[in-house]
């Protein structure tokens, strides 16, 4: 009785130990294709080439903002823009959400140039200039953050 008691336990911590590694092999297999993250400062070179490519011109970045939950890390950054064509900052948008990383456009608002946007800061509104004010956040998986630390533990 006894013999068949264990034989049925290591059977059944067998099955659990399957499905446990089926489950890892589909998370695996989840985060390879997920986009990679993006630094912030790498976020800042990205933005200024989309910018240059689709004729808009940046005219300010705020500081990163994180926000941070149980599974991910949301780092966002506001950017204020202007372009001649709003067909221009769609095509901005659109390279951002497009990109292979895990960047969205949290918040968009745009209008034709004016003077309140001068006094909060920004340069003399120009003729026919289209501004707009974006909230661009980068998220990282807590899992990707675990994984990039890893190595520097084995290294001390």
């Known amino acids: 009785q006894r013999l068949n008691n264990d034989v049925q336990m290591m059977s059944e911590t067998l099955d659990a130990v399957k499905i446990n590694k089926e489950a890892q092999k589909k998370f695996d297999d989840f985060l390879v294709t997920v986009p990679k993250s993006i630094e912030y ?14 004729n808009v011109r940046i005219l300010s970045f705020s500081p990163a903002q994180e926000k941070i939950t ?17 067909k221009d900052i769609v095509l901005f948008l659109k390279g951002i959400e497009d990109a292979p990383y895990t ?5 968009f608002s745009a209008a034709m140039a004016t003077p309140a946007f001068q ?6 509104p120009e003729s026919n200039k289209i501004e707009a004010e974006i909230t661009i956040a980068s998220i990282k998986l807590k899992k990707e953050l675990d994984a990039s630390v890893e190595p520097n533990k084995s290294q001390k």
Request: proline share 2%; net charge negative; aromatic share 8%.
């Open 119 to 124: 006094q909060r800061g920004g340069p003399a």
């Open 70 to 86: 149980d599974f991910v890390v949301v780092t966002s950054v506001n950017v204020d823009v202007s372009s001649e064509e709003f």
């Open 41 to 54: 400062d790498d976020l800042v070179e990205l933005l200024s080439e989309f910018a240059v490519d689709h």
């Open 103 to 107: 960047l969205r456009v949290d918040k």
